[in-house]
């Protein structure tokens, strides 16, 4: 975000190790890369990875929570946080400005607060408030600033292009010179998670129930401030303003993944290294914003996840849609055959019907296709060459579905008022949902139930069976 | 120590003087109730009327103006792990990623304090207050895909999970069919039968005399309490339901009009 051209650009020392500097020659080789490229990317990926899964943790409390605005409101005070300790010590030093950024963290979660509460602002509203004029204080002061460049780029989309080429020795290893704030920021995210799992978890579900228990909602609210400001500080380093989509993309789409919170955690992370990952190899094929790449795979995941989530996904929704239509062709289909048995001379024998006949009666299209060929992959029709007849299963089967209908017929009569000819329609779309259960309770309820209100009998069938 | 504060003392639960403002409008006036034997006891009143603000007030959800709350004698902030709270069923997100069992499990939270993970010892209590409400078969159950009487056993669940002796309950039969709303009678029994106190906000009037003891009556004020048989009078009932008083209306309006052009 704010930067000073430093003269000091430490070049790898002689006689500093690498971690895995092995792996990565290795690697090197079998591509046919140089293996300092092939190195830089591995670190570029690390960091990314390790953004992604500080981002991801966080961020999933701040999605169950609704309070995903916050992210984005931290990413932005933080400027102006790293702007406010310019103005007042001159200078541009790491440390007090990342103390700075914090503290304008902080300064952000209680203005937010404040603004809500004594403004009376719904809390999404005092959020953008808050967060733009402190944003804005942030541009007006860098903007006076002689001395200090401010990178518009870096503010945007971070320096995860370089981040692997930066490589500085820690602890007597060179490592990118970003693992310095996100190690620890990792540390404190894990340590947050570790310690107040409970508390976290009873806060966010329900607040009221923490306060009648003893515990303090409003304690937790600042913690989870805290860390996600930390997060954000450090994270914003490499990713820019881009955070915010680490933040929360991730955590929504493991959200539609699964019905667990630590599940949702740990898939959140995967899918966030996986944003940053692709992200950055799509940057290297197409020489572009590694940042920015990643916000956009994490949007085309969420995308992905909305069409295939288990439970309220599309796809999903629509293969059990179309299930429910070919079983109900299906059945139309049965219905129609014992209809027809019914109307014939010979009751007792089984009812032949041409393959196109069976076809008319499922309703044509693809849908009657499928239902064809699910009745005869069940057995409840049997095909000799063009001539299909039901079986014994499907003839009770059959027989269970006009029984069905006319017991629907004959309740709308009793119960409804109904004339004659608004009784067929409605038992033609309930005879599908109606199972032995109601079946037995509808003929419970009727004071007779021996024949349907068109005169034509109820198929018994446990008599049949019998019989 | 006179008289009628040893009485005071000796009671499971006393409001003393509280009134409640939402923005400086009052919206309970001068509540007293002091509840002295254990069983059910129903708030009834008009929609409107502060029932559920006057139990989470009472909790020290919702600041006081005036008056104090005490618990078998102490001030009841210090009493609150003996005190279980059943919020409306619509206080949550139903959508939270977390099961039944562990939903359960949170009332235990309370004895537990900061940092303690429930053990073993919690979790068959948790099997126990399932089993008790009848849903030990939806333990692993995204508490989501529960029907809404479903959902009410799960939060009473969690209310017996906590193990209090005084139960504060906001509306637990609203929107319950018949059926769980016995099941949830006979449990609200059993625990009264336990000699716990047990405080509901009810809503159905014709329900009253068959379930509950003791019943407050409650318009803004409370306009009486004591036993059902006595209490629950038509001419009471008149005097609850047949509209506000309107002096405490013009008051309420005069208080905040004043605060506003102050």
């Known amino acids: 975000m704010v930067q000073t051209y430093s003269e000091n650009a430490v070049l790898p020392g002689r006689g500093v190790p690498i971690p895995f500097d092995g792996l990565t020659t290795q690697l090197a080789e079998m591509l046919e890369l140089p293996a300092t490229d092939v190195q830089n990317a591995f670190w570029t990926m690390a960091v990314g990875a390790l953004c992604a899964v500080c981002c991801s943790l966080s961020g999933c409390f701040l999605v ?21 300790v310019y103005l007042v010590t001159g200078r541009v030093d790491p440390v007090p400005m990342l103390l700075g950024a914090m503290a304008a963290g902080m300064v952000t979660a209680v203005m937010t607060q404040f603004v809500h509460k004594a403004a009376q602002l719904p809390e999404d509203s005092s959020i953008g408030i808050v967060f733009t004029s402190l944003f804005a204080f942030g541009v007006v002061v860098v903007s006076q600033a002689k001395h200090v460049h401010l990178d518009l780029d870096c503010v945007l989309f971070g320096d995860l292009a370089f981040a692997g080429v930066n490589l500085h020795p820690v602890f007597g290893w060179l490592v990118p010179e970003s693992f310095r704030s996100l190690v620890p920021t990792l540390m404190i995210t894990l340590l947050l998670l570790a310690v107040f799992w409970k508390e976290l978890r009873l806060t966010s579900f329900d607040p009221t129930l923490a306060v009648t228990l003893g515990f303090s909602a409003t304690v937790m609210h600042y913690l989870l401030t805290t860390v996600v400001a930390i997060v954000t500080v450090s994270a914003m380093e490499v990713v820019g303003l881009l955070v915010v989509a680490l933040l929360i993309v991730p955590a929504a789409i493991a959200r539609l993944l699964t019905d667990r919170l630590s599940t949702m955690l740990v898939l959140s992370c995967l899918i966030g290294i996986s944003c940053t990952t692709i992200g950055y190899l799509l940057a290297l094929r197409w020489n572009s914003s590694a940042a920015g790449l990643t916000a956009v795979v994490a949007g085309a995941e969420l995308l992905i996840a909305i069409v295939v989530s288990p439970r309220n996904g599309l796809l999903g929704r629509l293969i059990r849609t179309a299930r429910l239509r070919v079983r109900i062709c299906a059945e139309d289909v049965l219905a129609g055959l014992f209809r027809r048995q019914e109307r014939s001379d010979a009751p007792d024998g089984l009812v032949q019907a041409s393959v196109s006949e069976c076809y008319a009666l499922a309703g044509g299209g693809i849908m009657s296709m499928a239902a064809l060929r699910w009745l005869l992959s069940r057995q409840l029709l049997q095909q000799a060459g063009s001539v299909m007849s039901l079986s014994e299963t499907g003839l009770r089967y059959a027989r269970s579905m006009v029984r069905s209908h006319r017991l629907w017929e004959a309740y709308l009569k009793e119960n409804f008022n109904l004339p004659p000819d608004h009784l067929h329609d409605p038992a033609e779309d309930m005879e599908h949902f109606i199972g032995p259960g109601v079946q037995q309770q509808i003929t419970e309820d ?9 005169g034509r009998a109820i198929p018994d069938v446990k008599t049949q069976e019998v019989s | 120590m006179t008289e009628s504060a040893e009485n005071t003392n000796s009671a499971i639960f006393d409001i003393h003087d509280m009134t409640v403002a939402y923005d400086r409008r009052p919206v309970l006036w001068n509540i007293d109730l002091t509840l002295r034997n254990p069983g059910l006891v ?5 929609n409107g009327a502060g029932k559920s603000t006057m139990i989470r007030a009472a909790m020290g959800l919702v600041p006081m103006v005036s008056g104090a709350v005490r618990a078998w004698g102490a001030p009841i902030s210090s009493q609150l ?16 990623p977390i099961s039944v069992f562990e939903t359960v499990l949170m009332g235990t939270y309370g004895s537990l304090g900061w940092f303690r993970r429930p053990g073993g010892v919690q979790r068959d209590l948790t099997m126990q207050c399932l089993e008790r409400v009848g849903m030990q078969d939806f333990a692993q159950r995204q508490i989501g895909q529960l029907s809404g009487g479903q959902q009410q056993r799960v939060f009473l669940a969690r209310a017996l999970a906590q193990q209090a002796e005084l139960y504060f309950m906001d509306e637990p039969m609203a929107g319950v069919d018949a059926a769980t709303e016995r099941v949830v009678f006979k449990l609200l029994q059993s625990l009264s039968d336990e000699g716990r106190t047990i405080v509901v906000v009810h809503h159905d009037l014709r329900t009253v005399s068959e379930y509950f003891d003791e019943v407050v009556l409650l318009n803004v004020r409370i306009v009486t309490s004591g036993p059902v048989a006595t209490t629950f009078t038509p001419a009471n009932l008149q005097a609850t339901y047949g509209g506000r008083l309107s002096i405490l209306d013009t008051m309420a309006d005069a208080v905040q009009k004043q605060v506003e052009t102050e």
């Open chain 1, 64 to 84: 169950l929570r609704r309070i995903s605005l916050l992210g984005d409101a931290l990413s932005h005070s933080v400027l102006a946080g790293t702007a406010g």
């Open chain 2, 81 to 96: 792990t003996r005190i279980g709270y059943v919020p409306q069923r619509g206080s949550v997100d139903w959508d939270f």
């Open chain 2, 42 to 46: 129903a708030i009834v009143g008009p």
């Open chain 1, 446 to 454: 009727l004071s007779q139930s021996a024949e349907d209100p068109h």
